[in-house]
């Protein structure tokens, strides 16, 4: 069995489904982990991100999924789990390999396992809306160092932005090493 690896971007993880299809290759595991071991009998193949079959991918998946279904991808995504990016894999596939809409079939485990991380990560970015305090530094900047479960910083911004608009913030993720800055005009 082939497993391909990505760089654990949601551009390299699509990057794996076009190159599935491509290649006929539908028994694949995915992986991110460059730790990761193989079998006796598994092929390592390194996937390189490509924004044009990413976007392809995405295309499809918007033609044939609801915005809902496509929410839960992303926040599934999110979770930046390895079982959560396989069963993500799993769902294009599945998604694809059908003519008629089965986004919603939640009886099948894909489309229940993203149902089920997509709640999971919404209830993270739901504790972080109510949750983050900051502090007021000496330069005025109010800041707030937080270590989420999940990588939710991308979904919080727009709330913050606009309950803190008035004043300068950073929202600093100590565990993925990156924040969002609000400068009172931009967020970064």
């Not at 694949?28 to 390592?44: I, M, R, S």
């Not at 991100?49 to 999924?65: D, I, M, Y």
């Not at 004043?167 to 090493?177: C, G, M, V």
Request: glycine share 4%; charged share 20%; aromatic share 18%.
């Amino acid at each position: 069995m082939a497993t391909y690896r990505f760089d654990g971007s949601m551009t390299g993880l699509l990057s794996c489904v076009f190159r599935a299809f491509q290649f006929k290759e539908f028994q694949v595991n995915v992986t991110c982990d460059e730790h990761a071991q193989n079998g006796l009998f598994d092929d390592f193949i390194q996937v390189a991100s490509n924004n044009e079959h990413a976007q392809r991918v995405w295309q499809g998946l918007k033609q044939k999924t609801s915005t809902q279904s496509q929410r839960n991808f992303y926040y599934t995504f999110l979770s930046e789990n390895q079982t959560a990016y396989q069963h993500l894999f799993n769902y294009c596939l599945y998604i694809f390999q059908h003519k008629y809409k089965v986004d919603e079939n939640y009886g099948h485990p894909d489309v229940l396992a993203l149902a089920q991380w997509a709640k999971q990560v919404g209830r993270e970015k739901h504790c972080m809306e109510a949750f983050v305090r900051f502090k007021k530094c000496q330069d005025g900047l109010f800041l707030s160092l937080v270590r989420p479960d999940f990588n939710v910083l991308p979904l919080i911004e727009r709330h913050f932005k606009a309950r803190y608009q008035d004043q300068s913030w950073l929202i600093y993720d100590e565990k993925r090493k990156y924040g969002i800055y609000y400068d009172l005009q931009q967020l970064h």
